[in-house]
T-cell receptor, first 107, second 118 residues
């Protein structure tokens, strides 16, 4: 099975900051990597699929990059509504797997 | 836009079966896969399995022996059955729709907490 590791597990940032979250797969997954935002009590929200394709309706301050085993989610100019938990998910093969999550908190 | 809503008993006794249903609104089950996930308290997301609208399934091997996912296109619903539950199965259960091109998930339900307790 492919394991997915996220870092950091949490970070504190201020409104307007640039934030980067890293996801590493245990083997090459090409560009089969997706990112979600999850707020307590809400449904997870798809942000990016295929490593860098922005889902419709998602603000352009979110971007994704990477291929193979290493991927990055970048939030430029963090907004108050962006404080949440972010997950990456590999879709290269089943069983599908998520990273452990990165909690983005207010500094 | 497509909406998903989970429903089912919130409290199940150990060794019994947890059964949940996902009702899809503003869209058809046809043409794509529909999936179940769960998130135990304080832990990350886990994929349980998915079903194609024709009924073919793919399950997480870690749960395969206890899971059945079924679909009812006439009711625009799909369901999860998890047998022989224990406290480790206590989690928020989510249903979701697979995206058009790959195994990412573009619409999710709000989730329902399934608690296993005597």
């Amino acid at each position: 099975d492919i394991q997915v590791t996220q870092s950091p597990s949490s970070l504190a940032a201020s409104v307007g900051d640039r934030v980067t979250i890293t996801c590493r797969a245990s083997q090459s997954i090409s560009r089969y990597l997706n990112w979600y935002q999850h707020k307590p009590g809400q449904a997870p929200k798809l942000l990016i699929y295929a490593a860098s394709t922005l889902q419709g309706g998602v603000p352009s301050r979110f971007s994704g990059s990477g291929s193979g085993t290493d991927f990055i989610l970048t939030i430029t100019s963090l907004q108050p509504e962006d404080f949440a938990i972010y997950y990456c998910q590999q879709s290269y093969t089943t069983p599908l797997a998520f990273g452990g999550g990165t909690r983005v908190e207010i500094k | 836009q497509v909406q998903l809503q989970e429903s089912g008993p919130v409290l199940v006794k150990p060794s019994e079966t947890l059964s949940l249903t996902c009702t899809v609104s503003n869209g058809s089950l046809s043409g794509t896969h529909w999936s179940w996930f769960r998130q135990p308290p304080g832990k990350g997301l886990e994929w349980i399995g998915y079903i194609y609208f024709t009924g073919s399934t793919n399950y997480n091997p870690s749960l395969k022996s206890r899971v059945t996912i079924s679909v009812d296109t006439s009711r625009n619903q799909f369901s999860l059955s998890l047998t022989s539950v224990s406290a480790a199965d206590t989690a928020v259960y989510y249903c979701a729709r697979r995206g058009h091109y790959d195994n990412y998930f573009d619409y999710w339900g709000q989730g329902t907490l399934g608690t296993v307790s005597s």
